[in-house]
Every structure is written in structure tokens, then in C-alpha cells.
């Protein structure tokens, strides 16, 4: 869990500060390509990322439209069906093996009830998604497909390869041949 604590350490608390809310995680393992949340479940964790890609898609015809990857060191959910306790509209998959730091949506309501940090650390997290989010939106409205995908390599280059072309060119809005073009054109 030190990837977790380190984490929040950064964020000024101490190992004591979060004794509460670790007592709460769940680790949890996926293999590559399976499926950690399916359409229609409802979202039962707010996940930190300790090692491996997830990716977010909607299939939509017969087709996966993938809109969002989260890569190590960071947080994961389908929130708004984890804090609306509905059924999501999407499917989470790990592209990669996964090791994820989970804290249930009961286990959290009950540290709001209890704790202060824990309070705290919610406000973070989903700040963090939120945040997340409106820079994805501003990107799909405001830069080139070409723009997209070097943000993303720029920001996560390790991790670009282990990402089959197929699930990035849908991600930066795209087919796959065209996102060759791109790659050539970059090297």
C-alpha cells in the first residue's frame, strides 16, 4: 500500500492521519484484458491504481468507443455510478495486469460519518476525477487528434506502448490508420 501512502503523503498526511481510511482498502488483482466493471453493474469502489492501465469504453452498435484511460499512481471509478448508486453506462477493463487499492462506497459513507481525513481524502479523489474529466472534455473540444495524442504520449510515454493502436485511435478520436499517419509523422 505504499504507493497509496505516498500518495496522500504528498498531499501533507502523515501514515498515522490515514490509519482509518487503510484500514478500509481491499487490494484487488485483475489479469490483462479482464473486465473489472461491466455495463449495467453498479460501481462498488473508488480505486487507486498501484500498478497496471485501465481503460473506460462504451460499446455503442457493435463497436467499443473507448473515452479515458487511468494509468499507476492514480484514482479510478465509474463515479458517477458509484456516488449515484445507479447502474453505469460503461465498461472498465484492465489492459494490462492490475493491483488496485479499493475502499468500498459503504465503508467510505461510513468514514464520512466518523472521520475527518477521511472526508478529506474524498474531497481529493474526486477532485482528482473531476478534474480529470473536464480537461478530457476540453481536449476533445479544442485540440487536433495529432494535439491529443502527443498530450497523452507526453504525458504517459511508458505506458503508450502497452496500449493496443486500436483502443488509442478510438481514445484520441480517430481510426487506427490515421493514428499511424500521426505516429509517422512524430517520428
Request: aromatic residues 14%.
Amino acid at each position: 500500500m505504499k504507493s497509496l501512502i505516498t500518495y496522500f503523503s504528498k498531499k501533507g498526511f502523515s501514515e498515522n492521519d490515514l490509519s482509518a481510511f487503510l484500514s478500509c482498502i481491499r487490494t484487488r488483482t485483475f489479469t490483462a484484458d479482464e473486465l473489472i466493471l461491466s455495463k449495467g453493474q453498479v460501481e462498488n469502489y473508488l480505486s487507486f491504481i498501484d500498478t497496471g492501465t485501465i481503460r473506460y469504453y462504451a460499446a455503442v452498435k457493435d463497436k467499443e468507443i473507448t473515452f479515458d484511460f487511468a494509468f499507476k499512481n492514480s484514482f479510478y471509478c465509474a463515479y458517477d455510478s458509484f456516488y449515484n448508486r445507479t447502474k453505469t453506462e460503461v465498461y472498465i477493463q484492465a489492459l494490462t495486469n492490475c493491483q488496485l487499492y479499493s475502499i468500498s462506497y459503504d465503508d467510505l459513507q461510513h468514514l464520512y460519518q466518523t472521520c475527518e481525513t477521511a472526508k478529506k481524502l474524498g474531497q481529493i479523489s474526486t477532485e482528482y476525477l473531476l478534474d480529470k474529466k473536464v480537461k478530457r472534455e476540453l481536449n476533445l473540444l479544442t485540440k487536433t487528434p495529432r494535439e491529443r495524442y502527443e498530450k497523452l504520449l507526453a504525458e504517459q510515454p511508458a505506458y503508450i506502448q502497452q496500449i493496443p493502436l486500436k483502443y488509442l485511435a478510438s481514445y484520441i478520436g480517430v481510426v487506427p490508420e490515421t493514428l499511424s499517419r500521426i505516429r509517422k509523422r512524430i517520428s
